[in-house]
């Protein structure tokens, strides 16, 4: 099985910045997709940013040139630096990997447990 901690999340003023993280343990064999994503109250989770095997990323437009996702593949473990943040941010965000484990042999998807996300005004 494969487990997901996620960290970081917290109140911060408005401008401020906060890092999340997202390590992954268990019997990984390989991760092939990681993303974050956030539901705010009464809205649909959606998609934040992502990354690819390859270091290759996407954001959604909301966030672009304020957030930067990251990934250090030796600790499985991916990172998401949020810059001046805004409280049209505030929201829980959830880690999102595809991993093939040890026995698996096809991908399977994982969700960390959510951190809060508050920015104040």
């Known amino acids: 099985q494969v487990q997901l901690v996620e960290s970081g999340g917290g109140l911060v003023q408005a401008g401020g910045s906060l890092r999340l993280s997202c390590a992954a343990s268990?019997?990984?064999?390989?991760?092939?997709?990681m993303g974050w994503y956030r539901q705010a109250p009464g809205k649909q989770r959606e998609l934040v940013a992502r990354?690819?095997?390859?270091?290759?990323?996407n954001y959604a437009d909301s966030v672009k040139g304020r957030f930067t996702i990251s990934r250090d593949n030796a600790k499985n473990t991916m990172y998401l630096q949020m810059n001046s943040l805004t409280p049209e941010d505030t929201a829980v965000y959830y880690c999102?990997?595809?991993?093939?484990?040890?026995?698996?042999?096809?991908?399977?998807?994982?969700w960390g447990q959510g951190t809060q996300v508050t920015v104040s005004s």
């Open positions: 999102n990997l595809l991993v093939i484990t040890a026995t698996s042999g096809v991908p399977i998807e994982f």
């Open positions: 990354i690819t095997v390859g270091a290759n990323t």
């Open positions: 268990g019997s990984i064999f390989s991760i092939t997709f």
